[in-house]
């Protein structure tokens, strides 16, 4: 059973900064992609960003040019490097990993680790 372990969340002011990191079981390599994903109060869960194998990202237009998604396949993590961040980026984050994480339908799910944006 593969297990995705997140943390890094927490409380910070808007216009701050956290890192989030996911820890896999096993090699996220033979994962293949890994992504992140939120889901905010009363809202549908949506995919932040994803990073393939070959290391392309892809990021939902909310977030672009303030988040970085990377990947350590030497430490089976997976990061997301979130700045400027704003009260409607607040929701509970999960990683997930597979090859349909693109596609809204990845094999692995993390816990989830809660992210919450306020003065």
């Known amino acids: 059973q593969v297990q995705l372990v997140e943390s890094g969340g927490g409380l910070v002011q808007p216009g701050g900064s956290l890192r989030l990191s996911c820890a896999a079981s096993l090699s996220i390599f033979s994962i293949n992609a890994m992504g992140w994903y939120r889901q905010a109060p009363g809202k549908q869960r949506e995919l932040v960003a994803f990073i393939t194998n070959g290391g392309s990202t892809n990021y939902a237009d909310s977030v672009k040019g303030r988040f970085t998604i990377s990947r350590d396949n030497a430490k089976n993590t997976v990061y997301l490097q979130m700045n400027s961040l704003k009260p409607e980026d607040t929701a509970v984050y999960y990683c997930?990993?597979?090859?349909?994480?693109?596609?809204?339908?990845?094999?692995?799910w993390g816990q989830g680790t809660q992210v919450t944006v306020s003065s």
């Open positions: 997930a990993g597979g090859v349909r994480v693109i596609t809204g339908q990845p094999s692995y």
